[in-house]
Structure formats: structure tokens, C-alpha cells
T-cell receptor, first 112, second 111 residues
Framework: AQSVAQPEDQVNVAEGNPLTVKCTYS??????LFWYVQYPNRGLQFLLK??????LVKGSYGFEAEFNKSQTSFHLKKPSALVSDSALYFC??????????FGPGTRLSVLP | EAGVTQSPTHLIKTSGQQATLRCSPI?????VYWYQQALGLGLQFLLW???????NRGNFPPRFSGRQFPNYSSELNVNALELEDSALYLC??????????FGAGTRLSVL
């Protein structure tokens, strides 16, 4: 069975500081990994994905994520946080032929 | 290119009624996913349709059902509504499962 864990309900970071939102997963087979962001009263917006290839994936709005197979992790990072990055972030996983499974979400607050 | 569209934006029902939510996927996408996002909670997987067939179902009672039409649009039906069904219902579409694109959601309020 597929599962995704986001161990932190809330992450607080000062504007300009680097941010990390953690994600670990469990899946049989090769994982497809995704990060999405949700702003209030909106649907989810795609940030980035890992399907295969380079373990460091760059996405929208300056975000990047590193796939670590041995640690089954796919942490989201950004070198310098903006107040506008404050939102709810979801990690998701799927393997071939399976549906997407989302983590519980992490609320990121960037303080000015 | 139009994204995933959902209708209605808001839906207000009373307990015991039925609700029908609609989703139009991105043109060319054959898979449609439905998720429930209750207030303060994450996304709970409801249903996955692909090429007109139900591929997988989440841990929800049978009164949650749906279908996918030949044009790949989809309906989610919720019968015998209960107060705890109040939530944001999100539809997503994908092609070959590499990435999902989400609609803005339908907010269902059950009074």
C-alpha cells in the first residue's frame, strides 16, 4: 500500500531564510513523487515532480526537492522564503497503475 | 487551454438530500480523480476513473458514487447527505498519471 507522511503540521520560517518541508513515502515499485501548494479557498497547484533522472528537481516559484531513495524522502526546499510562500503544502506519491496518495499537508508560515 | 473546471462552486444542501458535483478534465486527459478535503484535514481519496471505468475507490461508504462520461467528464454523487459530508470536493485530471491538475473545487455545505 502507498502512504505519505509529512511529519510537521506547521513550519514557521522568517522571510529570507531557507525553508524545508519534509516528506517521506512508502510505495511498492518506483515512485512518482509530487509537491502541490494550496492557497486559501483554492484548489491545489502543481509545484514539481520526480519521475526519474536527476535526484534534485527544480520547480515553480524557486522551489526544489531532493529525491532520496535510501531514506524514502522527498523534502521540499527553497533557499530564501517569501511571505507569499505562506500556504498549505502537500506531498503526493503514486506508483504505476495506482492512484495518487497525498500526505496530510504542512502549513508553512513565512514571517516578515 | 482550459484547466480542470468544477461546478457548482458552492452547494448548500440539507441532511438526507442528494448532491451532484461535476468535473470537466483538461482536454485530452482520460483520468479523473475525486478527493474530499474536510476543514482542517488533508485530502482523502474518493474515486479514480479512467477511460470510463472506476479504477479505484477510497474508504468511503457506498452513498458516495460517481461516473465518467464518454467525453471524460465526471460526476460525483453523494446520497443521503450527512452533516460530516460538508467539505471541499476537489477534482483532478491527468494523462498517463504523471501529474495531476486540480480544479478549484466545490464547497459542499450540509445543513
Amino acid at each position: 500500500a502507498q502512504s505519505v507522511a509529512q511529519p510537521e503540521d506547521q513550519v514557521n520560517v522568517a522571510e529570507g531564510n531557507p525553508l524545508t518541508v519534509k516528506c517521506t513515502y512508502s510505495v511498492s515499485g518506483n515512485p512518482y513523487l509530487f509537491w502541490y501548494v494550496q492557497y486559501p479557498n483554492r484548489g491545489l497547484q502543481f509545484l514539481l515532480k520526480y519521475i526519474t533522472g536527476d535526484n534534485l528537481v527544480k520547480g515553480s516559484y524557486g522551489f526544489e526537492a531532493e529525491f532520496n531513495k535510501s531514506q524514502t524522502s522527498f523534502h521540499l526546499k527553497k533557499p530564501s522564503a517569501l511571505v507569499s510562500d505562506s500556504a498549505l503544502y502537500f506531498c503526493a506519491v503514486r506508483s504505476y497503475g495506482q492512484n495518487f496518495v497525498f500526505g496530510p499537508g504542512t502549513r508553512l508560515s513565512v514571517l516578515p | 487551454e482550459a484547466g480542470v473546471t468544477q461546478s457548482p462552486t458552492h452547494l448548500i444542501k440539507t441532511s438526507g438530500q442528494q448532491a451532484t458535483l461535476r468535473c470537466s478534465p483538461i482536454s485530452g486527459h482520460t483520468s479523473v480523480y475525486w478527493y474530499q478535503q474536510a476543514l482542517g484535514l488533508g485530502l482523502q481519496f474518493l474515486l479514480w476513473y479512467d477511460e470510463g471505468e472506476e479504477r479505484n475507490r477510497g474508504n468511503f461508504p457506498p452513498r458516495f458514487s460517481g461516473r465518467q462520461f464518454p467525453n471524460y467528464s465526471s460526476e460525483l454523487n453523494v446520497n443521503a447527505l450527512e452533516l460530516e459530508d460538508s467539505a471541499l470536493y476537489l477534482c483532478a485530471s491527468s494523462l498517463f498519471g504523471e501529474q495531476t491538475y486540480f480544479g478549484a473545487g466545490t464547497r459542499l455545505s450540509v445543513l
